[in-house]
């Protein structure tokens, strides 16, 4: 089968992901699919056989197009996708809700990557034992950075969401959004350098790298900021780094152990009674969270960082 080589690879890669519906529509076609031609010979055939490669590749197609047309497909898609926007519509009440209790919010990125890993590279070269292992520590070295940020910070966490993702480069690797009460913490790049240095350092000992992405050249134009409950670009800010870590996955999906999950945020904690301290002078900024949604979203007139960046010049 002229396919025999991107079916392999794709059966490899499934093994640590889930594949979508469509995909896995198109790759049972193609298992199915009995070719007389490699598309490295069809420019030898003679025009005796263009004809019969013609229709072959044809009735190809039209299996495929059927099978991506079927009954129940669309909802299979959305169902795949499904989580990760409610994933984003939970992170953005909890951001949301987190300008109810504190007035500003310092806007924090924080990456974090192993140092020397045993491994780095196509994941289906992993074994699932190699697998399970690398998903296991990434687990136990997130409960400990999120057990300083909650010992450390205490009510002046207004919220934090994570999310592990496996790079070519540098394997399992973990990306952090973090709220912090902006009255008390305001200096943007000081204080997630204090985190990253501390998790570095003390937490982890050397066993991997923290990126201060708050630190990078032009991010505090890009939202990585203090801000106000009522500034009109709040939710765009908030909605384009919420989209970064729930981002849908259109083609496959880490396939973690059982009772594993790759995203997880803070609980939404709404305020009880009245608000403590003197009253607000201004509304509270008031913004749809998905129309704010990040381009990562695929709907036409969402955000990018770029767009983002021109908004708040």
């Given at each position: 089968m002229?396919?025999?080589?991107?079916?392999?690879?794709?059966?490899?890669?499934?093994?640590?992901h889930?594949?979508?519906?469509?995909?896995?529509?198109?790759?049972?076609?193609?298992?199915?699919?009995?070719?007389?031609?490699?598309?490295?010979?069809?420019k030898?055939?003679?025009?005796?056989?263009?004809?019969?490669?013609?229709?072959?590749?044809?009735?190809?197609?039209?299996?495929?197009?059927?099978?991506?047309?079927?009954t129940?497909?669309?909802?299979?898609?959305k169902?795949?996708?499904?989580?990760?926007?409610?994933?984003?519509?939970?992170?953005?009440?909890?951001?949301?809700?987190?300008?109810?209790?504190h007035?500003?919010?310092?806007?924090?990125?924080?990456?974090?990557?192993?140092?020397?890993?045993?491994?780095?590279?196509?994941?289906?070269?992993?074994?699932?034992?190699?697998?399970?292992?690398?998903?296991?520590?990434?687990?136990?070295?997130?409960?400990?950075?999120?057990?300083?940020?909650?010992q450390?910070?205490?009510?002046?966490?207004?919220?934090?969401?994570?999310?592990?993702?496996?790079?070519?480069?540098?394997g399992?690797?973990?990306?952090w959004?973090?709220?912090?009460?902006?009255?008390?913490?305001?200096?943007?790049i000081?204080?997630?350098?204090?985190?990253a240095e501390?998790?570095?350092?003390v937490?982890?000992?050397?066993?991997?790298?923290t990126?201060?992405?708050?630190?990078?050249?032009?991010?505090?134009?890009?939202?990585?900021?203090?801000?106000?409950?009522s500034?009109?670009?709040?939710?765009?800010?908030?909605?384009?780094?919420?989209?970064?870590?729930?981002?849908?996955?259109y083609t496959?999906k880490l396939?973690?152990?059982?009772?594993?999950?790759s995203?997880?945020?803070?609980?939404?904690?709404?305020?009880?009674?009245?608000k403590?301290?003197?009253?607000?002078?201004h509304?509270?900024?008031?913004?749809?969270?998905?129309?704010?949604?990040?381009?990562?979203?695929?709907?036409?007139?969402?955000?990018?960082?770029n767009s983002?960046t021109?908004?708040?010049q």
């Open positions: 002229f396919l025999n080589v991107h079916l392999e690879r794709l059966r490899d890669i499934s093994s640590h889930r594949l979508t519906p469509t995909i896995e529509a198109l790759v049972d076609v193609a298992n199915n699919f009995n070719s007389n031609f490699e598309p490295s010979s069809l030898y055939i003679d025009n005796s056989e263009i004809d019969a490669a013609v229709t072959e590749f044809n009735d190809l197609a039209l299996k495929m197009r059927n099978a991506l047309l079927a129940g497909m669309r909802e299979r898609v169902s795949f996708r499904r989580n990760c926007t409610r994933n984003y519509r939970h992170l953005m009440t909890v951001m949301r809700a987190a300008h109810e209790r007035s500003k919010i310092l806007l924090i990125r924080l990456d974090w990557t192993e140092k020397d890993v045993d491994f780095s590279g196509p994941i289906e070269r992993l074994s699932q034992a190699e697998f399970d292992a690398g998903a296991l520590r990434m687990a136990g070295i997130r409960d400990k950075m999120l057990r300083h940020l909650k450390h910070f205490k009510s002046d966490l207004s919220f934090y969401a994570w999310k592990f993702e496996w790079g070519f480069q540098g399992f690797h973990i990306h959004v973090i709220g912090l009460n902006g009255s008390k913490y305001q200096d943007r000081g204080v997630p350098l204090l985190i501390h998790w570095n350092e937490l982890l000992k050397g066993q991997g790298h990126q201060n992405v708050n630190g990078m050249p032009g991010k505090d134009q890009a939202g990585l900021t203090v801000w106000h409950y500034d009109s670009k709040v939710g765009k800010a908030f909605g384009l780094f919420a989209d970064y870590l729930t981002k849908i996955d496959l396939r973690l152990p059982k009772g594993m999950r995203f997880g945020c803070s609980k939404l904690v709404r305020r009880t009674g009245c403590t301290g003197p009253g607000r002078i509304p509270m900024s008031a913004y749809d969270i998905d129309t704010v949604r990040g381009q990562r979203g695929r709907v036409k007139g969402r955000l990018t960082l983002l021109k908004e708040l």
